[in-house]
């Protein structure tokens, strides 16, 4: 890796800050103009939502497997295993729900969009289509923006229940609780805004998972090798900016709910 002096350094950060900045203005401002390509946001609905969701069933269902044991193991010392359900019910939809699910898809897809758009780019697609009086930016990002933050919102509500399933199949099963008894407690638990909080997240994660791929793959340099790095930044990047938004969002929603 060369060395280059602070300075440069600097500068090239603030440059890529500003143009990441720019890139997801303009795909959120080509939400209210038209052309609209319809056609793509359904196909990209499909590979991000459909294609996601064994992964995001598979993660939800196990965590809330694993909350349960761990919870009950906790509680059993105080007597209260009856508050499992609560536990579950309020960690997965406040917390573990949204995170993990941002993180799945971010693995999954940010990756993808990288590289997709890193290979149109390193062979001259995107050049021709913006010679052909295509806008790159509302033609591949905008649609990628919108299917992501829809389908990241329904896969965080799948997550939840799956996982408070998970959770009410060890509790019941393993740790002999009454099935009503559970749910009741899940039910009980959740407030107005514990509901609120959880399904803001997705709607900031998904913005950052399209905008984040779409950025690094069209910026991407050097032919196959940097369409690996843009790879590879892409999901660093985004997972990194979803864990600082989940604070940022809870913090904000502890401020305002009081919980």
Known sequence: MPFVSPEVFAKERIGAIQEYSLLAGRAMGNIFSRPRYWADVYTQMDSIGVGSM?????????????????????????????????????????????????????????????????????????????????????????????????????????????????GALVSISMLGLNFNSYFHSSYRSLVYGDVVQGLTKPLFSGFIIATVGCYFGLNTKGGTQGVGRATTQAVVFSSVFIIIMDFIVSRVMIGIFGR
Not at 83 to 106: D, H, I, R
Not at 139 to 160: C, N
Request: glycine share 10%.
């Open 54 to 166: 064994p992964i995001v069933v598979l993660t939800g269902f196990f965590t809330g497997c694993v909350l349960a044991l761990q919870s009950a193991t906790s509680l059993q010392e105080f007597g209260a295993v009856n508050m499992t359900g609560s536990l579950v019910a309020l960690s997965m939809v406040k917390e573990l729900g949204p995170v993990l699910t941002g993180l799945m898809v971010s693995g999954r897809n940010a990756s993808g969009m990288a590289s997709e758009l890193g290979s149109m780019k390193v062979t001259e697609q995107i050049d021709a289509m913006r010679a052909l009086g295509t806008d790159p930016v509302r033609k591949l990002v905008t649609p990628r923006v919108i299917a992501t933050i829809f389908m990241l919102f329904f896969l965080t509500i799948v997550s939840d229940a799956v996982g408070i399933a998970g």
